[in-house]
């Protein structure tokens, strides 16, 4: 019997999923004057706050929200999380005061912090692993294509009908999505009745070609505090600090460097981001298939990284270029080679999380949150005070933050020649255990420290110093 593709239905709904995050954080993005000019006390400092309190909740809740998905099922636990951010974002067309807005967004932001962890979970009950690679990288690109999207979009909805019914239509959306997601999924693909003998042997299959490598007895802090998990936090933070470059200061810089008529031109880069990501899926699919399970996860990203290094290089070339477009290009190709490195992370947790990967791949994303944190502050240090020969010999430019995220992405390069999902765990004793609780406790006081301190004091001690630009960009992220 021909294997039936209700897998296949998966990944697509899971792709609208991530689409419904993006569209529901650029919202608030879009609306920002009409909501200044509407709500009491939102000054742009506020305003900043309420942007920079979501990722204070989002990351927060990373762990915990992994944690749940794989106890509760990931059927039960999304539908759950989107109802919770669904309503909050419904919430926010309500507020009427700055306080009440702050309030909303953490809980927001508490809310969508289950949006990946639970569908990774969703994935590998579903896909055997020779298919996590390109159902990762489908799942992946709807973020990048929601928020491109999103960009054009919401401000002709906020036009249309106001911006407090556009967040209670994205609202609507995300129950929508919530309700199609109760009734169609089933955290067991045999409890599903259009899945076929075929498709469920598949999976099964898959499923227990890692039986024998994972070990369900291992604690949960041993594997995120192993060498393989660790370096997977190390080199996705690198990633973001290129990628998150793409969100925040980019669309200003080409305004301030090239004109307001080519803003528009931020979006391509998130654009070649989504292509990466399906390429990078599809590679890493069909290495597995051939039968190297570890170099279809490590070359992909090691591309990546090698692209991405490029691209910021050429970047410092060009940054100063007539044209715009040979710039894009340049940092198209950095955003490309990064991008390519989100599906091989993504299913490297899930080889080494098995039943737990919803919490083995919340904590990877929770420090992933460090890279946003050390672009915010690393960009305006660099482009003020470091200068490099040949490429930054003066400050003023942000030619020496290329190198600097170039140099970044040549280490999580290396990172990945040292990363093998098969690699068993050996046990180790109570005291070094509970060393390595204490030092991911440290760990997740450092993450939340660096968001505190980029969300807040930081913007905070810039405009005091009147640098118009920097709050601009850090209040973005």
Known sequence: MAPSRQRFWLVFLLFLHTVNTYMDRVCISAAKGSMQNDITGLNDQMMGYVFGIFAIGYALFQIPAGWFSDRAGPRRALTIVVIIWSIFTAMTGAVFTAISLLVVRFLFGVGEAGAYPGATR???????????????GIFHSGARIGAALSLVLMPSLIDAIGWRMTFVANAAVGLIWGVVWWFWYRDEPSDHPKVNAGELALIREGLAEEAASENAK??????????????AMFQYAASNITFFISITWLQPYLRDTW????????????????VALWMSGYAVTHLHRMGMPVVSRRLPAMIGYALGAIGLLLCTQVAESDSVWTFIACFSLATFGVEMTLSPSWAFCMDIGGSRSGAVSAAMNMV??????????AFPYFVAHVTLPWIAESPGTANS???????????AMIAWIFMNPLRPLKKISASALKARLVMFLLLIVIVIGALIYTKFLMPAADEKKSAASIPEITQAI
């Not at 933050?401 to 280490?411: G, K």
């Open 122 to 136: 969703a994935l590998y009950s579903w896909l055997p692993a020779k298919e996590r690679g390109l159902g990762q």
């Open 218 to 231: 291992v604690p949960y802090i041993q594997v995120v505090t192993s060498a393989n998990v660790l370096l």
């Open 259 to 274: 004109g307001d008529e080519y803003a528009y031109l931020a979006s391509l880069p998130l654009l070649c981001g989504a």
């Open 368 to 377: 992933g949150n460090m890279g946003a944190a050390v672009s915010a502050v």
């Open 401 to 411: 933050f290329f190198a600097f995220a170039a140099a970044i992405n040549v280490l």
